[in-house]
């Protein structure tokens, strides 16, 4: 070989290695001028936490919810669903703020379109999504407010809390955290976190009004508003043409009411909730699905 040539290929090793030596000095320099310091604090919370990247305090993951918890005064401890209170009570330890009350909750779908025989009012050919199938028309059933059915909750449910059976969303209250995911991806909105103590819920999310609804479905609610002329707590109200229980109310009133909204309900949609027996849940037994 060409000395000449083996003169020149070292040559240009040596010069790509000094730029390289440079910039990597450079580089260096930078990181440990801009290095942002990071709150110890931080790691022990995180490490404290579920572990679960369910996304249900809102922050992204739960290195973010981590940060956000330690550096942030407003921040509550008690936001790590699947941690429930024993990561609250730790959260709260390390970070000195002031241990906030974890309410207990499930996702509840409020819908009774499989049991009312709710129809379709035309055929959906296209993606498996619930949001796409709504923006026609929005969806396929012939009740506006009804499940569609193609599982894009149980889809994004982190925990494989959800079982799709004969098209409709069953929740495993075993698997279920309350992390919301849910509740987000719903298009029709009909799923809600329910707290497990509730005693009293309506399975049905319609606002039309009842002669519409009597035409489609076989048992949804028709605003009648029995549930709440005859509530003692003054816990059931009409919203926005959807009846509502405020669940605290109802609560303390307790039992002594012997739920007459649910006697008093004509369409029996009025029901009590049986999610009150589920056996309390620890954070380890709540895992993430792989």
Do not use: W
Not at 51 to 68: M, S, V
Not at 78 to 100: D, F, H, I, S, W
């Amino acid at each position: 070989m060409d000395p000449a040539l083996v003169k020149l290929a070292l040559g240009g090793i040596a010069l790509l290695g000094c730029i390289g030596l440079f910039f990597g000095i450079g580089l260096a320099l930078a990181a440990h001028k801009f290095a942002v310091e990071v709150n110890p604090l931080v790691h022990e919370v995180l490490e404290s936490l579920a572990g679960a990247q369910c996304g249900g305090c809102g922050y992204p993951g739960c290195e973010g919810y981590a940060i956000a918890v330690v550096n942030n005064p407003e921040v509550p401890p008690n936001l790590c669903y699947p941690g429930k209170e024993k990561v609250a009570e730790r959260v709260a330890m390390l970070t000195g703020k002031k241990m906030a009350a974890v309410e207990d909750v499930i996702a509840t779908v409020r819908c009774s379109c499989k049991e009312g025989k709710v129809g379709h009012k035309h055929e959906y050919i296209g993606f498996a999504s619930c949001t796409a199938a709504n923006l026609g028309f929005g969806g396929p059933s012939a009740c506006n407010y009804a499940c569609i059915g193609l599982g894009e909750c149980a889809a994004s449910c982190p925990f494989d809390a959800i079982d799709m059976v004969n098209d409709f969303p069953v929740v495993n209250p075993d698997k279920c955290v309350g992390c919301g995911t849910c509740v987000k991806v719903c298009p029709k909105r009909i799923i809600e976190l329910m707290t497990v103590k509730a005693r009293v819920y309506v399975p049905c999310s319609t606002k039309d009004l009842g002669k519409n609804v009597r035409k489609v479905c076989e048992v949804g609610c028709i605003s009648c508003q029995m549930c709440v002329k005859k509530c003692p707590a003054e816990a059931v109200t009409l919203q926005d043409g959807l009846i509502r229980v405020d669940h605290q109310k109802c609560i303390a009133y307790g039992p002594a009411c012997q739920e007459i909204c649910v006697e008093k309900c004509p369409r029996q949609i009025m029901r009590k909730y049986d999610a009150r027996t589920v056996v309390p849940r620890q954070a380890t037994s709540l895992k993430m699905a792989s």
